[in-house]
């Protein structure tokens, strides 16, 4: 079923198929919609009913795309959240409950939130209002809801046929995250092997019974292992702590260098988001003390420690070299910070007149323990011409994710600025939304009809560049909204 139910999916997203227009004409333009509830004609060839009754096995897995609300259930159908709706149990009776979305939009596109609030509990109420309506009416659709881009995958498929709408991780969020960094492959694997103790450290060639005894160190103490190479050398304690991130680990004893290093990349990852300055230093550091070990094992070297910040530091050069990082490692390298250039969206060509910049951010809060507001979020933005501020502002948002909450506060800047510039060029700090808007198949769910409003509101302009910068850059509008979103 699930790769019939692919053939299904192909049909109903690429319309210009010949396949899909021979489909349509047979068997009409709403085929997928019925056999999603399981009608499916008669008369009907073999092929054909087995790719429409894939759709009404693999429906558990389908969820509808707001446009105008006229064809999707409030409570019958998936369409918010991960699943379907109630109303509130103490409804009185005379209250009449609606039964399409479009019951509950106003005709300004906007969602009727008094409404909104009286007929549903507060967490299914928030989800609602997070869910962005387009300016532009079109039909609900559907869309894949065991992938967070809204599209299907045949694994995703099998699953869903297994009864399973909850797919399993195949990696922890570290290693999923770890292997998707912008750093050399070599220094991925160079960390795995690291906090998997598979260095051929003399310690591991011992247990393997490659060596007989374990009595060289790089320090000149008896022994040798990762953790003490790496965590406790008298040498390495020095470079580390006399680096940029001025790292000190004598209140380390007892902890591993795999628990210690997992936890410091973490921690770095989680607060730098999609930056690697500061995962470079670390990672730069700890791979040139490992090739300066080297070669004083295998070319009888003298242990220097100013050779291995000379290392480290040539290490960082080539790393801003092979992935062409304007600005690099400001902060390492001693260089000027400028915006990451080549990440960037451009629409229409810019003309004289000086350009109006855009510093856009959104700050993104989960909630542990509150079921009632399991998030907060809020969007801040600060307009600048030729350096002086024209307008800031700030507001709370209903966003469900980070990436809407900063795609939000595009939208919003580029609605208080439409009568003000022709040029414009706004800074973000995600990249997340660069490549939505490149490639709209790339978005998140939740984020699709904000990225739709905003390519058509750069339409009103002569010129818009939507870049990618450190998160330095955006830190005005940053303050501005983590401000707002701390109000009760």
């Known amino acids: 079923m699930p790769l019939f139910f692919r053939q299904a999916w192909r049909l109903k997203t690429y319309t210009k198929l010949l396949s899909a ?15 999603v509830s399981n009608d499916i004609p008669t008369k009907v060839s073999w092929a054909a009913r087995g790719i429409m ?51 509950l939009i106003t005709p300004a596109r ?14 299914t109420a928030r989800h609602i209002l997070a869910t962005h309506i387009q300016e532009d009416e079109f039909l609900d659709e559907w869309d894949w809801g065991l992938s967070g881009m809204g599209t299907y995958s045949t694994n995703s498929g099998y699953w ?25 492959p070599k220094w991925k694997l160079f960390v795995w092997k690291i906090i998997n103790n598979a260095l051929p450290m003399h310690d591991c060639l011992v247990k393997r019974g490659i060596i007989t005894l374990n009595v060289w160190s790089f320090c000149g103490s008896s022994g040798e292992s990762t953790t003490h190479l790496f965590l406790e050398c008298e040498v390495v304690k020095r470079v580390l702590s006399s680096g940029s991130l001025g790292i000190r680990t004598e209140g380390n004893q007892g902890i591993g260098i795999a628990v210690w290093l997992k936890n410091m990349l973490s921690y770095i990852m989680r607060e730098d988001k999609q930056e690697e300055e500061r995962v470079v230093e670390l990672i730069a550091t700890l791979w040139s003390v490992w090739l300066h070990r080297n ?57 004289d007149e000086d350009p109006v910049v855009i510093i856009t951010d959104g700050a993104w809060k989960k909630i542990k323990g509150r079921e009632a507001r399991d998030w907060d979020a809020a969007i801040g933005w600060v307009i600048l011409y030729k350096g002086d501020t024209l307008v800031q502002g700030a507001s709370k948002v209903f966003a469900s994710s980070p990436a809407q909450a900063e795609a939000l506060a595009i939208l919003t800047a580029f609605k208080n600025i439409l009568s003000l510039a022709r040029n414009i060029i706004v800074w973000t700090d995600s990249i997340q939304i660069v490549h939505a808007l490149h490639d709209e198949a790339s978005s998140p769910m939740e984020c ?18 939507i870049v990618k910068v450190k998160k330095l850059f955006v830190l005005r509008a940053h303050n501005l909204a983590v401000t707002v979103r701390k109000v009760p």
């Open 448 to 465: 699709k009809p904000v990225i739709r409003d905003i390519k058509k509101q750069t339409l009103s302009f002569v010129y818009c560049k």
């Open 21 to 35: 227009r021979v489909f349509k004409a047979k068997y009409g333009d709403d085929r997928f919609d019925k056999a």
């Open 110 to 123: 906007e969602w009727d939130q008094r409404r909104v609030w009286g007929l549903f509990d507060s967490t």
């Open 295 to 351: 070669e004083c094992c295998f070319r009888a070297t003298q242990c220097i420690p100013t050779s291995i910040t000379k290392l480290a530091r040539i290490w960082k050069q080539r790393w801003v070299k092979a992935f062409s990082m304007h600005g690099g490692l400001p902060s390492l390298l001693g260089e000027q910070i400028t915006p990451c250039v080549e990440q960037a969206w451009i629409v229409g060509e810019c003309s």
């Open 53 to 103: 009754k894939s759709v009404a096995t693999m429906n558990a897995g389908l969820r509808r795309s707001i446009g105008d609300g006229k064809t999707t259930k409030i409570t019958g159908d998936l369409w918010v959240g991960d699943a379907c709706i109630n109303f509130k149990n103490n409804i009185t009776e005379a209250t009449i409950k609606p039964t399409w979305v479009a019951e």
């Open 160 to 184: 869903c046929a297994q009864g399973t709408t909850t797919l399993p991780s195949p990696l922890s969020s570290f290693w999923s995250s770890w292997w998707k960094r912008k750093i050399f």
